[in-house]
Every structure is written in structure tokens, then in C-alpha cells.
Nanobody, 130 residues
Framework: QVQLVESGGRLVQAGGSLRLSCAASGCTSA?????????MGWFRQAPGKEREFVAT????????HYANSVKGRFTISRDNAKSTVALQMNGLKPEDTDRYYC?????????????????WGEGTQVTVSS
């Protein structure tokens, strides 16, 4: 059982930057699980709206994909030795205001599909003021 805990969300002014972090636990060799064997993703969701894809990174970090709305502004990265994944967000806009969720994929392949992820954190709130 993988547990994911996000952090780093807060209130920030438009044009500012934030770095979200996601720490994974419960995935150990003893349990037959290795954090570095799975792709990771970031998604976001506003109240009353569907959860949407933000960014994804493959198991070794060689492949990344971004939603068009964040491309060029956000960067996803991972540190398999520390079992963490980060989302660097620059040039924040009010429309980036959402709750951001970290997710662990079912495979090594980076994916924008929610159905490809089986473990989710509880999210961290990002609010961008204009």
C-alpha cells in the first residue's frame, strides 16, 4: 500500500512561483514494491469540476508530458532515492487555482489518463490571487 503526501501549496500572487512536493511511503522492497518502478503524475481539481491532468513523469524521469495549459511554466521532476516527486510552478495565473494531487501510476509509463493511476494523495491547495 503506497501512501502519498503532498505539500507546498499556499496563497501566491499571479506571476509568482511555487514548488509542490509529494513524498511516497509504504513502497519498499520487502513489500515487493519499489517507488522507482512506477510513473508519477500531478493532477488538479477545483470544487465541482472534474480532476484534470497537469504533468507526468516516467519511472526513471526520462519522459515527461504536460497539459497544454501549463507547458513551459511547470516542470515535474522526481528523486527515486528519496521517493519524492516535485512540481515546480512558475508564472502562476489565477486559473491555476486548484487543489493539486500527486498520483502513482500502475506502470512505468508516463500517462495523462486518470485510469492509469491507482494511488492518490489527499492534495494540497494552491490559490493564485490576481
Amino acid at each position: 500500500q503506497v501512501q502519498l503526501v503532498e505539500s507546498g501549496g499556499r496563497l501566491v500572487q499571479a506571476g509568482g512561483s511555487l514548488r509542490l512536493s509529494c513524498a511516497a511511503s509504504g513502497c519498499t522492497s520487502a513489500s515487493g514494491c519499489t517507488f522507482g518502478n512506477y510513473a508519477m503524475g500531478w493532477f488538479r481539481q477545483a470544487p465541482g469540476k472534474e480532476r484534470e491532468f497537469v504533468a507526468t513523469i516516467s519511472w526513471r524521469g526520462r519522459n515527461t508530458h504536460y497539459a497544454n495549459s501549463v507547458k513551459g511554466r511547470f516542470t515535474i521532476s522526481r528523486d527515486n532515492a528519496k521517493s519524492t516527486v516535485a512540481l515546480q510552478m512558475n508564472g502562476l495565473k489565477p486559473e491555476d487555482t486548484d487543489r493539486y494531487y500527486c498520483a502513482s501510476a500502475k506502470s512505468r509509463l508516463a500517462s495523462y489518463l486518470i485510469a492509469e493511476y491507482d494511488y492518490w494523495g489527499e492534495g494540497t491547495q494552491v490559490t493564485v490571487s490576481s
